[in-house]
């Protein structure tokens, strides 16, 4: 969320960044040990899922739906707009040299065909291997997604098993499998919505018809869908062919080559609550089939015994000696998660022997459930990948590993390796696309991958080219102005909230997770080049996963920050003091963190402030903290994600939510006209999805725009009526909008996709349309505020002299303009800034007046240095 003046999210100043990236474990990794919960990467799912266990997926695939059909009919024009929203098109703003989260790999043995599927972006094709990559999968709503795999008997058939199965929670379920028979360009769904998180797909060598699924099922609940599931008809109908218990599901497959009738899964104990994480038990193995999948056995000899220290298990196949088979195990005693051993079969899974000697066991982290995939040399048999967090290879056997990560990213997710040429080696992971055609060193990036995972956004107020944000995975990003070109500032792990000061360029707020750890919102003064942390916080604090910070649009000396209390600088957050108690419901719930999760300064009135928490709960001070007052009710019990105060009016502040409705009246935007004493929900014809920030439209304070889980939404009317924002963007999770004021330019920052820009001056201004009413109609100005020239629009319902005359706020007439007689219709105007003398007009508000013999309109203008 970003902060800039005079509206919140207007912009933010000129910067120089030396590129940066890191190898293997030079990246410091967010804490996801077994701590006791809730967990810092369930926020995701806790905040979607309060005041509930669960997110409710039919009601997160109803509005998938729901917004499907609304981008369908955005061609329809909403009343009162002279032309569709839908002609404005988003461009996409990068990065896309950063990348993201890739989960699977695969490619066209000796061809130049790739494809990625990525955490929380979808589906990608290449054409000229890795180099460059295209969306193929962006209308069906499925952007999470877990496994790839070509049928081995007709390279265009692709399968795509959506709902990631590595155990975070910053993505939603998936909706089963889909089949494309054209290497992408058109799909057919194939059922299995309910196994929700799909590890691996399997398709028999000798029957194309014969596929196998790898089903984890859902993150939060137990439940009969998990299982492997085959197909015997194409995926026309599904068996499930194995079933350990509700709590343990099936996280790989891999089929022999010489002898397609054996089969190998690996199950995965794993169960999930909003404080409680077990991924091991005695669940965890590895079963055979020798009869294409009819019956299971589960094997032992050699094998670790079943037990609470056995974790994830990942399986690799020697193509060119099919009766080796490779078993990453790692173990399961919280909170180590560490590598357990590298086991290996040489007579077809009867016996097996722990093989590694060094190397292997410390490469995970601290982690080791997040990691599900082990290569192995189609034509050496002795050559093995094991994936952690680093990337070890071993050419003895898996005896010893070496760490071959080289300046690929850290968290290895998914690896090819080309049957007909083994030097030529795909790898994905938590920092995007990575290709090596020296056997797994030398790795080269793919610059060409949009796919970050954004928390927050931020405009540069002096310079709308300028672009900020804190990620999933790739710490705090920025950029000039280039998509492709956007580089990494203050690397401290995942990087959350932005913000540069609106008066001096220089200066720039970032943090990383817990609010940088409890220590608050740190400060440059040298456009990120080094950054300091503040003094004064103190004593014990709860921080949210991604903890709000704002600054006073009218005074940048101010700043808020939330843990369980706010915190003020008048330093221009050199330090702080708190100046409130605890807003929560302390203690915090199983479901929350017990934390602010909103925080808002009124543009209007510096002295009127908001804070939401993530238990539901909204404050308001009007005397610039010293005393605060609960404005809750009214409000649903729901995760609070934004505070918006109107720019114009102190009386008007906006709220949204996180969550979904069951079968109750909750909603997720509510509007209050006194400072939060009542509010009316205007959520209207929204899908029932979360949302996650509102922005007022500094030229015409009823336009909103409204980021979801589902997209961006506007309204012209106060949500009498909501629809999709412009065309091109896609169904993704935006976490955060900030709108440069000047250059009408507003960007959504999505966790999936990157970030987006829509240039909103071609979006027809708020005049009434046919038929005007009786005298005029007078747009709002644009842009509001301005440095320079303000162009309206002019409406009259028939031929008449107009007189148009700006006056200051003082009601001093500051200029005439000499309009004259016009016909009736639509008449553009334009101020540019000048008062009678020619002279520049100050900063400040003013109040354009047209008027004719029979009516009048007015509109308040603001100037800005």
Not at 617 to 645: C, E, F, K
Not at 673 to 686: K, R
Request: hydrophobic letters at 35%.
């Amino acid at each position: 969320m970003s902060l800039p003046v005079p509206v919140r999210h207007l912009a933010f100043a000129a910067l120089t960044v030396t590129a940066v990236w890191w190898g293997a474990g030079d990246a410091p990794r967010s804490a996801q040990r077994d701590q006791g919960g809730p967990y810092p990467s369930d926020w995701f799912g806790l905040s979607r899922a309060y005041p509930f266990e669960n997110i409710p997926q039919g009601a997160f695939r109803a509005a998938v739906g729901r917004a499907i059909v609304d981008r369908a009919a955005a061609a329809r024009p909403p009343a009162g707009l002279a032309t569709t929203s839908g002609t404005l098109t988003w461009a996409n703003a990068g990065p896309y040299n950063i990348g993201g989260r890739v989960t699977a790999v695969v490619a066209i043995p000796g061809g130049a065909t790739a494809y990625l599927a990525s955490a929380n972006g979808g589906v990608f094709k290449s054409v000229n291997s890795g180099v460059n990559w295209t969306p193929i999968f962006d209308d069906y709503g499925a952007f999470s997604v877990g496994a790839l795999a070509l049928d081995p008997s007709d390279a265009n058939v692709l399968y795509v098993g959506t709902g990631e199965s590595n155990s975070s929670l910053d993505s939603y379920d998936g909706n089963g499998l889909y089949r494309s028979p054209d290497g992408g360009q058109s799909w057919q769904h194939l059922g299995l919505a309910a196994t929700a998180r799909i590890g691996r797909v399997a398709v028999d060598p000798s029957d194309p018809n014969r596929i196998f699924v790898a089903a984890m099922g859902r993150q939060f609940s137990t439940g009969p869908d998990r299982g492997l599931y085959r197909s015997e008809d194409g995926g026309a109908t599904w068996t499930r062919v194995l079933f350990v218990n509700d709590s343990t599901g099936v996280t790989d497959v891999v089929i022999s080559p010489a002898h397609p009738e054996t089969v190998f899964c690996a199950t995965w104990e794993r169960v999930r609550r909003p404080t409680y994480r077990r991924a091991h038990g005695p669940g965890c193995g590895i079963w055979r089939s020798v009869d294409s999948g009819s019956t299971w056995t589960r094997l032992q000899t050699g094998l670790p015994a079943p037990s609470d220290n056995v974790g994830r298990i990942a399986l690799g196949i020697a193509a060119s000696r099919p009766s080796t088979v490779y078993a990453q195990i790692t173990t399961g005693a919280s909170p180590s998660y560490v590598g357990l051993g590298m086991y290996r079969t040489l007579d077809g899974g009867d016996t097996w022997a722990r093989r590694d000697v060094s190397g292997y066991t410390g490469g995970f982290g601290g982690f080791a459930w997040y990691f599900g995939d082990v290569a192995v040399d189609p034509t050496d048999p002795e050559k093995v990948f094991a994936q952690g967090q680093i990337l070890m290879r071993s050419t003895d056997g898996g005896a010893h590993f070496s760490n071959v990560t080289g300046a690929a990213h850290v968290d290895q997710h998914g690896m090819w390796i080309d049957p007909a040429n083994p030097q030529r080696v795909f790898l994905g992971n938590d920092g995007g696309f990575f290709w090596s055609n020296t056997g797994g060193t030398g790795w080269q990036k793919s610059y060409d991958l949009p796919i970050s995972q954004f928390y927050g956004g931020a405009i540069d107020p002096s310079n709308p080219l300028r672009l900020l944000g804190g990620t999933q995975d790739n710490s705090n990003l920025t950029t000039a102005g280039s998509p492709v070109a956007w580089s990494l500032f203050w690397v401290q792990a995942d990087g959350f909230q932005c913000l540069v000061d609106h008066t001096n360029p220089n200066v720039w707020f970032a943090e990383y997770q817990f609010c940088s750890n409890g220590l608050g919102p740190h400060r440059s003064t040298n456009s990120g080049g080094s950054f300091s942390a503040p003094t004064g916080i103190s004593g014990s604090n709860r921080f949210n996963w991604n903890t709000p910070f704002v600054m006073d649009p009218s005074d940048h000396d101010v700043l808020l920050v939330g843990s369980q209390k706010v915190w003020k600088s008048t330093n221009n957050g050199q330090s702080y003091g708190a100046v409130s108690g605890d807003l929560t419901t302390n203690p915090p719930s199983e479901l929350t963190y017990g934390t602010i999760s909103a925080l808002e300064i009124s543009p209007a009135d510096s002295r009127v402030y908001y804070a939401g928490t993530d238990d539901g709960r909204v404050w308001r001070s009007t005397d610039a903290g010293g005393s605060w007052t609960d404005v809750s009710a009214g409000l649903p019990v729901r995760y609070v994600t934004r505070l918006t105060a109107d720019p114009y009016d102190p009386q008007t502040v906006y709220v949204t939510h996180s969550g979904f409705t069951l079968d109750e009246p909750a909603a997720h935007v509510h509007r209050s006209p006194d400072q939060g004493a009542s509010w009316v929900s205007i959520s209207g014809n929204l899908p029932d999805a979360p949302a996650n920030d509102l922005l007022v439209d500094p030229a015409d304070p009823q336009t909103l725009y409204l980021a979801t889980d589902v997209g961006v939404y506007a309204t012209r009317n106060l949500g009498a009526g909501w629809f999709p924002l412009g065309q091109g963007l896609p169904l993704q999770t935006v976490f955060d909008l900030s709108l440069h004021a000047g250059s009408r330019t507003l960007v959504a920052a999505t966790h999936g996709r990157s970030q987006w820009k829509l240039d909103l001056g071609a979006l027809p201004v708020a005049v009434e349309t046919s038929p005007p009413p009786p005298g005029l109609a007078l747009s709002e100005g644009l842009p509001n505020p301005s440095r320079g020239e303000v162009r309206l629009w002019l409406e009259l319902s028939r031929a008449s002299v107009v007189r148009i005359e700006v006056y200051d706020a003082m009601g001093r007439r500051v200029r005439s303009l000499d309009v004259g007689r016009l016909d009736a219709g639509r008449h553009a105007l334009a101020w540019n800034g000048l008062d009678d003398r020619g002279r520049s007009a100050a900063a400040g508000v003013y109040f354009l007046r047209a008027a004719t013999n029979r009516a009048e309109a007015t509109r308040r203008l603001v100037r800005i240095e």
